[in-house]
């Protein structure tokens, strides 16, 4: 299976694209089609690949997306070519890379990188149902007001359930005797660096709340049924927040059932 190449508009070949920027006629790297046509590519060695990538890099906004043929020599591991730090803030940083991957396909890939974060969803075990501790709070991001489960970057030095524990009593006030993580799973793979791990908390003890200076944070107990039907009806949007509700749904039809 070859690489594709979407371009904007017919064209007989790179030097129409970007003058003076498509490989020379010794090198020979591509044969070139029309729209939406396939782009075949030999095999580069890692120089020819990264010199490639280099010189095509300013003008990705007329060439979306540049990746090579699968290679046939039966690499199965990613080879990183080259990393280069673009950008660092106080919650993440990112970096440009280019790599090879296990399939043979050579790509930049800009990465937002990240130490990795705990959700908490801290569960009252009353009846008739749970009740679940949600957490509402403004997010510019989605430019609205978000209902989730508590959540946190792990800081420098933590690990996932220390984290977890800090971040559930400086957003909420409360404590817990009984943790327990029930899942793990990529924020957004395709370009964030980010793992997040769901923790169950049972046992609750209430406390006073240590937000950060530029939160703002209500806090509310809802019936686990209630909560399922607010992400079913669209009105919980968040991601992580999705994840964690249905799982504890999920896991308490099957205690159920037995």
């Keep these: 299976m070859v690489g594709l190449i979407p371009i ?3 064209i007989a ?18 044969k070139t089609g029309s729209l939406g046509g ?28 540049i990746v090579g043929m699968r290679n046939s020599s039966g690499r199965n591991r990613p080879h990183l070519i080259s990393s280069t730090e673009v950008y660092r803030g106080p919650a993440f940083w990112i970096t440009t890379d280019y790599v090879l991957e296990p399939s043979g396909v050579r790509a930049r890939r800009d990465v937002v990188r990240h130490t990795g ?21 403004y ?13 946190g970057r792990i800081d420098r030095g933590e690990n996932q359930l220390t984290a977890a524990k800090r971040e559930l009593l400086e957003e909420t006030g409360f404590s817990a005797r009984h ?12 370009f964030v660096a980010e793992t997040m791990a769901i923790y169950v908390a049972t046992g609750l003890k209430a406390g006073i709340a240590r937000p950060e200076d530029d939160e703002i944070i209500q806090t509310r107990f809802f019936p686990l049924g209630q909560a399922v039907q607010l992400v079913m009806t669209g009105k919980i949007l968040d991601g992580k927040t999705i994840c964690g509700l249905l799982w504890l749904h999920e896991s308490t039809l099957r205690r159920r059932k037995k």
């Design 8 to 10: 904007l508009g017919s």
């Design 117 to 137: 974060s705990v959700v908490i969803m801290p569960v009252q075990q009353t009846k008739p149902e749970l009740q679940v501790l949600l957490v509402r709070q």
């Design 13 to 30: 070949g790179w030097g129409s694209v970007a003058k003076g920027c498509a490989p020379t006629k010794q090198q020979n790297l591509f």
């Design 139 to 151: 997010r510019h991001a989605a430019q609205r007001h978000l209902w989730e489960l508590c959540a």
């Design 179 to 190: 943790w327990k993580r029930v899942l793990r799973f990529w924020a957004s793979p395709g």
């Design 38 to 65: 396939v782009v075949e590519q030999p095999h580069l060695n890692t120089e020819q690949a990264l010199d490639f990538y280099r010189r095509f890099d300013h003008i990705r906004p007329l060439i979306p997306y």
